[in-house]
């Protein structure tokens, strides 16, 4: 396996960070008759922004996050900017430059938030950029990218080299949240996985808990919790809490 497969070490290395890898992978060390363009894709929640990131950092990556205004103007701006070149004048010459500057680099490109692409029918300039680079490309997506794509456009589908689906966090990927960010309270197992199935397995915010745990054992004096010890303490759901009523 490829060197650069191994795990950042800040970063927990849930299976999502791993997928994402070795999608990343798939696409850099692909042969040259084969598409280049591969996607991770899943709810949200569940670590793809942070995959991407390690893929981006490993893999030299251009990294670009979209938003839910840009239009294509602003998404050539965003990848030029990324590459540290000053954008020329024009969209054609923006777009001359990216593909000039992936083709020479042979940097991969990684687009966060791709949905909004394919919403702003932005899919063929993406799809224009890749054939005129042939660089290796990295989509991040909810979980119905694919049938968003292949609705907008099946020449770009076609293209698809890789799906890695993210998931719902397991089990070992909540003990592996917790060994990483947990270094002076040990938080049992029988509590981690309280928390992840509290949560349906959101890494988010099975992170939250664990820190809010921590938190809590910290002003307590404990160096250790259980699932007893927590007891029926409040964890966070991500709703908002319900207004006490007055007195």
Known sequence: MNDRLTVSNTIAPIE???RCMMAMNQAV??????????ALYGPSGVGKSKAAAVAANTFQAYYVEM?????KKDLLTAIIKEMGISPARTMTGIFNQICEELALSRKPLIIDEFDYAVEKNMVDLIRDIYERSNSAILLIGEEHLSTKILRCSERFHNRMLYWA???????????QLRDFYCKDIHVADDLVEYIRQFNNGCVRRICVNIDLVINDAQRN???AVTRADWGDKELYSGAPRARRAAA
């Open 16 to 18: 999502t960070v791993k």
């Open 29 to 38: 060390e692909r042969s040259d008759h084969l598409p280049g363009i591969v």
């Open 67 to 71: 938003c839910s205004i840009w239009r």
């Open 165 to 175: 689906e993210a998931e719902s966090s397991s089990t070992s990927d909540a003990r």
């Open 221 to 223: 004096g404990m160096k």
